[in-house]
Antibody, heavy 123, light 107 residues
């Protein structure tokens, strides 16, 4: 069973870069059929998809974040990473990493979510 | 972006009731719609994909239907643990988008 654990600083200052990692156990991050997404959820609000990264390293990002977001896979550490630059208070949320498996398009929603990590943007 | 509108935003019901939650897409998405359940403070749980296919382990009192732009999640014989929040998600087009959520409350 693949397990995911997101981690990172709980507090980020406005205008700085939010950097999170997602440690993966139970599978190789470069295993072909897996794909990996980040989501977030502000307190009391709904879910937002941020982007998806594939084992090849290619990505799809939410257009609303495209100029600020970067996602990658670190094969040596079996981790995903998320960088979100120029953060504001609107980026305060619980951030989740998640994974799905399969090749058929369109890819099914990620069915395995890690525990979220709360990130607060504040000076 | 494809907008998903869920209705109602909140719903009151009793244990044993049958409820339906609607999800309408701003354009056709075939049957590429999923439903998630989220308990307070917990990770979302994936219930249904392809509009009507239950994920393994999901109780049979949950069912989904619809295609194109109109979709429904139905829960029969409500159990106490079902009184949480539900989201629809479309996955035909990037960006993946969610409905705003429906909170199911105990009457």
């Amino acid at each position: 069973q693949v397990q995911l654990q997101a981690s990172g600083p709980g507090l980020v200052k406005p205008s700085q870069t939010l950097s999170l990692t997602c440690s993966v156990s139970g599978a190789s991050i470069t295993s072909g059929p897996y794909y990996w997404s980040w989501f977030r959820q502000p307190a009391g609000k709904g879910l937002e998809w941020l982007g998806r990264v594939y084992t090849s390293g290619s990505t799809n990002y939410s257009p609303s974040l495209k100029s600020r977001i970067s996602m990658s896979v670190d094969m040596s550490r079996n981790q995903l990473s998320l960088d979100l630059s120029s953060v504001t208070a609107a980026d305060t949320a619980v951030y989740y990493c998640a994974t799905g498996v399969g090749w058929q398009l369109p890819l099914k929603p990620e069915d395995n979510w890690g525990q979220g990590v709360l990130v607060t943007v504040s000076s | 972006d494809i907008q998903l509108t869920q209705s109602p935003s909140s719903l009151s019901a009793s244990v044993g009731d049958r409820v339906t939650i609607s999800c309408r897409a701003s354009q056709g998405i075939g049957n590429y719609l999923a439903w998630f359940q989220q308990k307070p403070g917990k990770t979302p749980k994936y219930l249904i994909f392809s509009a009507s296919t239950l994920q393994s382990g999901v109780p049979l009192r949950f069912s989904g239907s619809g295609s194109g732009t109109d979709f429904t999640l139905t829960i029969t014989n409500l159990q106490p643990e079902d009184f949480v929040t539900y989201y629809c998600q479309q996955y035909e087009h990037y960006p993946l988008t969610f409905g705003q959520g429906t909170r199911l409350e105990m009457k």
